[in-house]
């Protein structure tokens, strides 16, 4: 009875790994599948407790399935925990940050900006007093340079900067408020600096998965020239297939450049801590040398903090 029971939740922990690596492949936008491929890597550990009960009961060749399942799951995340190498460059500190709408204090936000050299912050869920809030704390001195598009609850967006800022973009068509504009950086030139922040799943899948790839077409229609830097808000994690393929081509995901590992950033409103990473910058011309999250008070999302490397056309 024992070892049967035992048999029964191995098999089930190594269907659910099994179930998760699927999920990091697939692009189907069923709700169902989407919420659970968030939760991809936390299923893909069920393998180990497969690999465990097989082996206590002896059953070598179930056995040797879930260890399959587990260099399968694990195959998929080493990326993550991998750094890249690369060449020289004009290093720069980036900051991503969901303010909950005025949820995030300002203070704390503009302390992080200044203790860590912030140049470029991107920022999602911007209203007009948290714009003015932040203004107060003293963001403008730091960063004297912004593009904003505040709105009503999550839909506004900013950039700010310490290098001036042209060709400003706010793309139309979208729930939430997406834009670019051009940093013009010493020693390096123009930078593209982009804020992103598609609609969650939970809000209609079908429409997420259409924004993520109208997102992904801006960035392949950007220009080649010169680096970029993406922030935002994703509302999807690195085992969302749509967003691996956002972070393609010219583009790579900062956090699998700088061996990073699993950054959670949301909720951190909640009893449970922090889940799953939905935040993260995208780089084109440049590497991430490290990215590491920061508490954000008052947010329901930590903050990403990111060492990017310019590189210039000589």
Do not use: C
Not at 64 to 88: F, K, R
Not at 181 to 189: F, R, S, Y
Not at 238 to 254: E, L, P, Q, T
Not at 265 to 275: E, N, Q, V
């Amino acid at each position: 009875m024992v070892r049967g029971g035992v048999r029964l939740v191995a098999a089930t922990a190594t269907l659910a790994a099994a179930a998760g690596v699927a999920l990091h492949f697939t692009r189907w936008p069923a709700e169902p599948l989407v919420l659970a491929a968030s939760g991809a890597p936390y299923l893909m550990g069920g393998a180990v407790l497969g690999i465990v009960g097989f082996a206590a009961t002896r059953q070598w060749i179930a056995t040797g399935v879930a260890v399959v399942v587990a260099g399968a799951g694990i195959a998929t995340q080493v990326p993550l925990y991998v750094a890249q190498t690369g060449g020289d460059g004009q290093p720069i500190m980036a900051m991503q940050a969901n303010l909950l709408f005025d949820g995030a204090d300002p203070s704390a936000l503009v302390d992080q900006v200044q203790a860590r050299d912030i140049a470029i912050l991107t920022v999602n869920e911007l209203t007009r007093p948290a714009a003015e809030a932040l203004s107060g704390a003293g963001l403008d001195q730091l960063l004297p340079y912004r593009y904003l598009a505040p709105g009503q609850t999550a839909s506004g967006t900013g950039i700010w900067s310490r290098f001036p800022l042209s060709d400003t973009v706010e793309y139309d068509g979208y729930v939430l408020n997406q834009i670019s504009a051009t940093a013009t950086v010493p020693e390096i030139g123009p930078v593209a600096v982009y804020a992103f922040h598609p609609v969650p799943p939970v809000y209609d899948t079908g429409v997420w998965a259409d924004e993520l790839a109208r997102l992904h077409e801006i960035l392949r229609r950007s220009p080649t020239d010169r680096p970029a830097i993406v922030g935002g808000d994703f509302n999807a994690t690195y085992d969302h297939a749509r967003f691996r393929a956002m972070a393609s081509g010219r583009f790579a995901d900062a956090a699998v450049q700088a061996g990073a590992g699993h950054l959670v950033t949301y909720p951190t409103d909640k009893a449970i801590p922090p889940l799953v990473g939905i935040d993260h910058f995208l780089l084109a011309k440049a590497r991430a040398t490290t990215v590491e999250t920061v508490a954000l008070p008052g947010a329901d999302h930590r903050a990403l903090v990111a060492r990017i490397v310019l590189t210039a056309d000589r």
